[in-house]
């Protein structure tokens, strides 16, 4: 049986609520149509959440919030690939089109360039995607978010929520070939670039404010016009995008745009920079991780449960979502899916479930529900009206009437209409399906296990446990 995987993000609760109808829906279908499989959950999965929390954060795609109760958010960043699975994804992506073309437009894009840092040992480099690199000469350090690969040993010494720490590792300057320090700062952002930011104190603001309040040295390498070396015109920091080159040796004299474009021919012919479209979708909750005795328990959400049971699914999954995530989890599981599998997710079927409008219409809880899923096509807003609670609650009476009556196989007239309403269940059309069994309904006289069958599967009523539904369903035409 295919998972079926249901994605609510921050979904008002009465979207939520028929967003879970829907897919109890299609769970019905999928045990009546294909009994003989279980349907894979979180139990069955092959991979435990501590192993793949493992995994994401080696390859730093994970990051940290600490709240004030000593619990732990964990955030998901996607990986550059996963990134360009989605971007690069085609008409075989499995996704509707208007769907990939809200994946596609919800990316930030940034050009620039990725500058490798080689480590000072040899061991492996960093790679920093920077927008303005004309004033990198005057680079003092590098700056990483805590979760990055190059801050393990920090992040383990220091645990969660370091302001800034030093990693006791320098990496080379691939202009230069000076030594700068790798810094752990909460300031970096792990949704953009490579979550690594070369740290210039005297040309950037935010630089400016972390080198004063670590230490680190404030040169320039850019200078404003008529600055002559002398006091007067010593000048202030942040020079940002203006002057001129200072203390640069052959590169001395250069406005910025000059500037950047000579040290990136120098860089790119040392193979030390390439030219890059950094693209971004942004970072997703993932869980948390929660005190327990000397052990942190991850508590996971909803869209990590679903990113690993699909992951690890032999078959395509059905993918269910509030319309409104259609650019938020269902394109974070699209991402996490990848980073999880190595490939692009590649669903058999995408249901958008829109939402319901509030209404001033009073009923029992469940007759609500019901209304909200049969009231009008999941692509539909559902407008719960009087009149639909009305035929919720009716069909509803007449069914446990009808439990009370003998039991016999239905006549012809009868299957006839039972198969239209079994054709609509199995093309995911609740509304159609509850309108059909409702006039199929008002015709019978008898109870019949296939009527029984029908009714489990549209609205999850409960079958007498002397039924089999499973064969009854079965032998509905």
Known sequence: MRPILLLTGNAAAADQERCRGFVGFLRRRARLDTPEAPEPGAAGRATGDDEILLRLSGEGLLSYAPDADGTVEVFYTPSREASRSVLEAGAGSGFPEAVQKKHAAAFRSSEGALLRFPAEQGEGHLEVFITDWSPCPAACAVAIHRAHPFAADVAKAEGVGVTAAFTGRYVRHPLTGDLLPVWVADWVRPDFGTGAVLVNPAHDATDLAFGRAVGLPIRFALVPAGYDGSPETWPQPPVVKSGQTIRTGPYDGL???????????????????????????????????????????????????????????????????????????????????????????????????????????????????????????????????????????????????????????????????????????????????????????????????????????????????????????????
């Open 255 to 477: 406005g910025p745009a000059e500037a950047a474009a000579r040290y990136f021919t120098v860089m790119a012919e040392r193979g030390l920079a390439v030219r890059h479209r950094d693209v971004q979708a942004g970072r997703w909750r993932i869980g948390r991780l929660v005190p327990d005795g000397a052990e942190n328990r991850f508590a996971a959400a909803g869209l990590f449960a679903a990113a690993a049971a699909g992951a690890d699914s032999s078959s395509p999954p059905i993918l269910a979502a509030a319309a409104a995530e259609q650019a938020g989890e269902l394109l974070a599981l699209r991402l996490l899916a990848y980073d999880l599998n190595g490939r692009p997710l590649t669903p058999a079927a995408v249901y958008l479930v829109q939402k319901v409008q509030e209404t001033k219409v009073e009923a029992p809880p469940e007759v609500v529900s019901l209304a909200a899923l049969v009231g009008a096509p999941v692509s539909q807003v559902a407008v719960i009206k009087q009149q639909t609670i009305e035929q919720v609650q009716r069909f509803l009476r007449v069914h446990r009437e009808l439990l009370a009556a003998a039991v016999a196989e239905p006549d012809d007239a009868s299957l006839r209409a039972f198969s239209k309403v079994k054709a609509a269940v199995r093309a995911a059309d609740p509304a159609q399906a509850f309108s059909l069994l409702l006039q199929a309904q008002k015709q019978l006289r008898d109870l019949s296990p296939a009527y029984l069958a029908l009714a489990e599967a549209v609205a999850g009523l409960v079958p007498p446990e002397n039924v089999n539904t499973i064969q009854a369903w079965s032998q509905i035409p």
